[in-house]
């Protein structure tokens, strides 16, 4: 997370050797990028730009997702039931034999990532994955992301999308002008405000409440409902007690 | 049937049908927008808030071909007697996109391109573009590509454009996707202050409730293609908690936790719509 400009999506290319640093080295896998092709490189880690439209360009959303497959030599049938699994996977079946350029915004961003998870790389970077997606679509994303992290693939996310972050809580790498400025824990780090300022953040929702709230001896680093609802559901149940035995 | 005196928008039985699709995208909408509403148009993905957009400055039906039914009036004219190019001058749209709007070698020549093309004096499009540029923040971008331009930057630059126009109506669908949170709230509060300022109406188009809800006076909510509720946001988000959360829409965290709280009769008062007002009411609950 960081502010526009900060060299997010800069340093997202540089993970599969899109560019190749001009200084210091990148590694993926003990691999040094300078020594290896982009080809080599996306097969293990795999990028979905900001953008769908950079990503695009087949004729129907089968052939876009089968494309990758196709190009790294895998086995027809393998290719078939890997492209039906993952339309399946991001409810996007019923769209097989349409033009990705007849979706809507939302929906050509689904396209892009599953053509990206249909080689099942063992590194995914998603570039503000969010962006255009209804509450719903978040969910099914989350849900996705976190069920991808459970198999053991490292998932890192390019996002300004602070709620969606906190209902994550992943470790967050912020950047400011070029430069690592924190890392930490989401609620640790969007609940303290010298790091929100310097990476132009705002906090989320319930970070702001309770720091507003904080004479009442909550935590500071809530940055979910549900953590907020325990906790405020618990001293409201004692204040209740506490005026029904006084009166 | 021409509109009264302050509406800016009236439409009457609009539909919308895509050529090819075999559903309808509008259906029986009816809506008054007035000047200097600032409005908050949501509901999920494929509800129809884009195509009811893209009828308000004639993209639809000029653009995208299908069938229309319905009125719908434009500062009290029938946009069936109005080409693109008139109804673009009273309605200024920010595409989802950036990129589908800027084309110029330099931020200060696109800015530039719309008024250039009404014909008005090399003053008058100095004037506007020093104005258009200041306002949207991108001052510091003039001699730049837009291509070179950060996606935060570019939604900028677009707003610009459409400022430039000097429109009565301002269609702005998801104008801060790309921003960084805090360059969403400085966009969205410009915005606002230009409404102010210049009696422009506002219509903007997001999922995301919290960002917009501080500013926006009016909620509308579509699904299937309908508005199915329409009103201040406060009495809105408080009477139709269930069924916006069943539609999948993003409300806000505060609103969200204080609809859990009230379930377990924890609380009472009406549903806060911003943290400040949420902050107050428990802090009053906690103190006893």
């Given at each position: 997370?960081?502010?526009?400009?900060?060299?997010?999506?800069?340093?997202?290319?540089?993970?599969?050797?899109?560019?190749?640093?001009?200084?210091?080295?990148?590694?993926?896998?003990?691999?040094?990028?300078?020594?290896?092709?982009?080809a080599q490189?996306s097969r293990k880690v795999g990028i979905v730009?900001?953008?769908?439209?950079?990503l695009l360009f087949s004729e129907t959303v089968r052939e876009e997702v089968g494309f990758a497959l196709k190009n790294f030599g895998f086995e027809p049938g393998v290719v078939v039931k890997q492209v039906e699994r993952t339309l399946e996977a991001l409810?996007l079946a019923?769209?097989s034999?349409?033009?990705p350029?007849?979706?809507?915004?939302?929906?050509?961003?689904?396209v892009a990532l599953a053509a990206v998870l249909a080689w099942e790389p063992d590194?995914l970077?998603?570039?503000?994955?969010?962006?255009?997606?209804?509450?719903?679509?978040?969910?099914?994303?989350?849900?996705?992301?976190?069920?991808?992290?459970?198999?053991?693939?490292?998932?890192?996310?390019?996002?300004?999308?602070?709620?969606?972050?906190?209902?994550?809580?992943?470790?967050?790498?912020?950047?400011?002008?070029?430069?690592?400025?924190?890392?930490?824990?989401?609620?640790?780090?969007?609940?303290?405000?010298?790091?929100?300022?310097?990476?132009?953040?705002?906090?989320?929702?319930?970070?702001?409440?309770?720091?507003?709230?904080?004479?009442?001896?909550?935590?500071?680093?809530?940055?979910?409902?549900?953590?907020?609802?325990?906790?405020?559901?618990?001293?409201?149940?004692?204040?209740?007690?506490?005026?029904?035995?006084?009166? | 049937?021409?509109?009264?005196?302050?509406?800016?928008?009236?439409?009457?039985?609009?539909?919308?049908?895509?050529?090819?699709?075999?559903?309808?995208?509008?259906?029986?909408?009816?809506?008054?927008?007035?000047?200097?509403?600032?409005?908050?148009?949501?509901?999920?993905?494929?509800?129809?808030?884009?195509?009811?957009?893209?009828?308000?400055?004639?993209?639809?039906?000029?653009?995208?071909?299908?069938?229309?039914?319905?009125?719908?009036?434009?500062?009290?004219?029938?946009?069936?007697?109005?080409?693109?190019?008139?109804?673009?001058?009273?309605?200024?749209?920010?595409?989802?996109?950036?990129?589908?709007?800027?084309?110029?070698?330099?931020?200060?020549?696109?800015?530039?391109?719309?008024?250039?093309?009404?014909?008005?004096?090399?003053?008058?499009?100095?004037?506007?573009?020093?104005?258009?540029?200041?306002?949207?923040?991108?001052?510091?971008?003039?001699?730049?590509?837009?291509?070179?331009?950060?996606?935060?930057?570019?939604?900028?630059?677009?707003?610009?454009?459409?400022?430039?126009?000097?429109?009565?109506?301002?269609?702005?669908?998801?104008?801060?996707?790309?921003?960084?949170?805090?360059?969403?709230?400085?966009?969205?509060?410009?915005?606002?202050?230009?409404?102010?300022?210049?009696?422009?109406?506002?219509?903007?188009?997001?999922?995301?409730?919290?960002?917009?809800?501080?500013?926006?006076?009016?909620?509308?909510?579509?699904?299937?293609?309908?508005?199915?509720?329409?009103?201040?946001?406060?009495?809105?988000?408080?009477?139709?908690?269930?069924?916006?959360?069943?539609?999948?829409?993003?409300?806000?965290?505060?609103?969200?936790?204080?609809?859990?709280?009230?379930?377990?009769?924890?609380?009472?008062?009406?549903?806060?719509?911003?943290?400040?007002?949420?902050?107050?009411?428990?802090?009053?609950?906690?103190?006893?």
């Amino acid at each position: 997370m960081g502010e526009n400009g900060a060299g997010k999506t800069t340093l997202a290319k540089q993970l599969n050797g899109l560019l190749k640093p001009t200084l210091g080295r990148v590694t993926v896998d003990g691999d040094d990028t300078t020594k290896k092709s982009v080809a080599q490189l996306s097969r293990k880690v795999g990028i979905v730009f900001q953008n769908p439209d950079h990503l695009l360009f087949s004729e129907t959303v089968r052939e876009e997702v089968g494309f990758a497959l196709k190009n790294f030599g895998f086995e027809p049938g393998v290719v078939v039931k890997q492209v039906e699994r993952t339309l399946e996977a991001l409810d996007l079946a019923h769209y097989s034999d349409t033009s990705p350029f007849l979706l809507s915004g939302g929906e050509r961003k689904r396209v892009a990532l599953a053509a990206v998870l249909a080689w099942e790389p063992d590194y995914l970077i998603l570039d503000e994955p969010t962006i255009g997606q209804d509450y719903q679509q978040k969910e099914r994303l989350r849900n996705f992301i976190l069920q991808l992290n459970s198999q053991g693939k490292a998932v890192v996310m390019v996002t300004h999308d602070v709620e969606f972050v906190a209902e994550c809580n992943p470790k967050v790498v912020l950047m400011s002008k070029g430069q690592i400025v924190a890392q930490g824990q989401a609620d640790e780090v969007l609940s303290d405000d010298g790091l929100i300022e310097k990476a132009s953040l705002v906090k989320p929702q319930m970070a702001k409440l309770f720091s507003q709230l904080s004479g009442f001896g909550f935590p500071r680093d809530v940055v979910d409902v549900h953590r907020a609802k325990m906790l405020l559901g618990e001293k409201l149940s004692e204040v209740r007690v506490r005026v029904a035995q006084s009166s | 049937m021409a509109g009264t005196q302050g509406e800016v928008i009236a439409a009457h039985g609009l539909g919308f049908q895509y050529a090819g699709s075999t559903s309808k995208a509008l259906e029986d909408v009816n809506i008054v927008i007035r000047q200097g509403e600032f409005l908050l148009l949501t509901g999920p993905s494929g509800c129809g808030k884009t195509t009811l957009c893209r009828c308000l400055n004639g993209l639809i039906p000029n653009f995208h071909p299908g069938e229309m039914s319905g009125d719908l009036f434009i500062d009290r004219v029938s946009v069936a007697a109005e080409t693109t190019s008139e109804l673009s001058r009273k309605v200024g749209y920010v595409f989802q996109n950036p990129e589908n709007q800027l084309f110029a070698l330099t931020v200060e020549k696109d800015v530039a391109f719309g008024p250039e093309n009404l014909g008005l004096t090399r003053e008058e499009i100095r004037d506007r573009v020093d104005w258009a540029m200041d306002a949207a923040g991108t001052v510091a971008l003039r001699d730049l590509a837009p291509y070179e331009l950060s996606g935060g930057q570019q939604q900028r630059v677009a707003l610009a454009g459409v400022l430039a126009m000097k429109p009565s109506v301002i269609v702005l669908d998801e104008p801060t996707s790309f921003l960084d949170p805090r360059t969403a709230e400085e966009v969205m509060a410009a915005v606002d202050t230009l409404r102010r300022e210049n009696r422009i109406t506002v219509i903007v188009v997001e999922h995301r409730l919290d960002l917009v809800g501080r500013y926006a006076e009016r909620i509308v909510v579509m699904d299937h293609g309908r508005i199915v509720a329409d009103g201040k946001v406060e009495d809105v988000l408080d009477s139709e908690f269930d069924r916006l959360s069943g539609l999948g829409i993003g409300l806000p965290k505060v609103s969200v936790l204080w609809s859990l709280l009230k379930r377990d009769g924890l609380v009472s008062e009406r549903l806060p719509t911003h943290v400040e007002s949420a902050a107050k009411m428990l802090s009053e609950r906690l103190r006893n």
